[in-house]
C-alpha cells in the first residue's frame, strides 16, 4: 500500500486548528469564567466554574494537568470571534483531500461536541474516527476505507462513574438537538437503550468496556446519561484516546483512540466478525493504512500497541495472528520487527 504524505503547510494548519479549537471550546464558557484546580490522589485536574444560570451545574471538567492544557486555558481567555478562521481552515483541508464526514453525521457530532461529551472523555471509534487520522498523521488515507454510513461512541465504564461532571439532558435529546427523528432502539429490557436510529436507518451506538465475562446486556453511563453496550476488546481501545479534529463547519473537536491502538484494535476485530460481514475487508483495510502510516512516523507507537495486546493472553494472540497472516509482508515485517 501506498499513502501519500501531505506537505508540511497543511500539517502545520491542522495543529493550528486543533489549538484554536481547545482555545475556543473553553472560551465558550464565557466572559468572566474561572478555572478551578483540584487535586485528586496525587494528581491535578482542572474545571472551569461560569456564571451560573438557573439548573447548570456550576462546575465543568476540562481534565488532567498538563503542560498543553495550562497553555489552553491561558490562550482560552483572550479568544474571541475565531469562528470564520477556524471555517476558512477547514474549507483549505477539505480542499487539499483530506477526508470529512457527511453532512448529518457533523451535524450530530457539532451536537456531541457542544453538548459536553468529548470533553467528558467520551470517543469517536469505528470510521469516523479513522477519517481523522489522515490529518493528524499527515497522509491521505484511502478513500474505500472511510465511507460509514453510522455512528459509534465509547466511553470508559470507570471513567463514565468516577467523573465529577455530566450532561445536563439526555443523550437522546443531544442527538434531537441535530435530528429530531431519532428514536432509541430497546434492549430486552424496554426501558434501557445503548443504541439510537433514524426512520431512514443511519445509526449512533453508544458503547462501553466489559468489566467481566457475564457483563449485562446494557451498563449505564451516567456521565452521559444513557445506556451503552459493553463489549470485549473496548478496554484496550480507550486505554489512551487523543484529540482530533473533524472537518465541519468551522472545526469540531472530538476525542479518538490513539492511532495504534485503533490499527491493532481492528486487526482482532476483524476476526470476530463473521465472513459475510462486508466490515471484515474495511477492518483490514484501515489496519494496513495505519500500519503504513505509523511505520514511518511512529513505529515504536505501533509495535508497542502491539506488544501490549499479544501480551493479555492467549485468545488475544490467535485473533491478531490470524489477521497479521492476512496483511501484506511488508506490513507484517512492522508489526513482527
Given at each position: 500500500m501506498t499513502l501519500q504524505r501531505l506537505p508540511l503547510a497543511i500539517h502545520t494548519n491542522v495543529a493550528e486548528l486543533l489549538d484554536q479549537l481547545r482555545a475556543a471550546g473553553i472560551a465558550e464558557f464565557g466572559e468572566g469564567a474561572s478555572f478551578l484546580r483540584r487535586e485528586r490522589k496525587g494528581r491535578f485536574y482542572w474545571y472551569v466554574r461560569s456564571r451560573q444560570t438557573q439548573g447548570e451545574r456550576p462546575e465543568r471538567y476540562l481534565g488532567l494537568e498538563t503542560p498543553h492544557l495550562l497553555a489552553t486555558i491561558e490562550r482560552a481567555?483572550?479568544?474571541k470571534g475565531a469562528a470564520e478562521g477556524r471555517r476558512l481552515l477547514v474549507r483549505s483541508l477539505r480542499a487539499a483531500g483530506l477526508h470529512a464526514?457527511?453532512?448529518?453525521?457533523?451535524?450530530i457530532l457539532t451536537a456531541l461536541a457542544q453538548a459536553g461529551v468529548?470533553?467528558?472523555?467520551?470517543?469517536?471509534?469505528?470510521?469516523?474516527?479513522?477519517?481523522?487520522?489522515?490529518?493528524?498523521?499527515g497522509f491521505l488515507l484511502p478513500a474505500q476505507a472511510v465511507r460509514t454510513g453510522d455512528l459509534d461512541i465509547a466511553q470508559d465504564y470507570g471513567i463514565s462513574v468516577t467523573i465529577d461532571d455530566g450532561l445536563d439532558r439526555s443523550f437522546l435529546d443531544v442527538l434531537r438537538a441535530a435530528d429530531p427523528t431519532f428514536a432509541p432502539v430497546p434492549k430486552l429490557d424496554p426501558s434501557k437503550s445503548a443504541a439510537y436510529r433514524t426512520p431512514d436507518g443511519y445509526a449512533v451506538d453508544v458503547l462501553t468496556t466489559s468489566r467481566h465475562a457475564g457483563d449485562e446486556e446494557t451498563s449505564r453511563l451516567d456521565a452521559l446519561n444513557t445506556d451503552a453496550t459493553p463489549l470485549r476488546f473496548m478496554d484496550f481501545l480507550l486505554r489512551e484516546t487523543v484529540e482530533a479534529a473533524v472537518l465541519h463547519g468551522?472545526?469540531?473537536?472530538?476525542?479518538?483512540?490513539?492511532?495504534?491502538?485503533?490499527?491493532?484494535?481492528?486487526l482482532i476485530i476483524s476476526r470476530k466478525r463473521s465472513q459475510a460481514n462486508p466490515k471484515r475487508r474495511k477492518d483490514l483495510e484501515q489496519a494496513q493504512a495505519l500500519i503504513h502510516a505509523l511505520s514511518q512516523d511512529d513505529?515504536?507507537?505501533?509495535?508497542?500497541?502491539?506488544a501490549e495486546a499479544r501480551d493479555r493472553g492467549e485468545a488475544w494472540r490467535e485473533?491478531?495472528?490470524?489477521?497479521?497472516?492476512?496483511?501484506?509482508?511488508?506490513?507484517?515485517?512492522?508489526?513482527e520487527s
Open positions: 481567555k483572550s479568544v464526514p457527511d453532512e448529518r453525521t457533523g451535524r468529548f470533553r467528558l472523555r467520551a470517543a469517536v471509534v469505528g470510521t469516523v474516527a479513522f477519517q481523522t487520522y489522515g490529518a493528524s498523521l468551522d472545526g469540531v473537536l472530538v476525542r479518538v483512540p490513539t492511532p495504534a491502538r485503533y490499527a491493532v484494535h481492528k513505529p515504536f507507537a505501533l509495535r508497542d500497541a502491539y485473533l491478531l495472528d490470524q489477521a497479521v497472516s492476512l496483511l501484506p509482508a511488508d506490513a507484517r515485517a512492522v508489526l
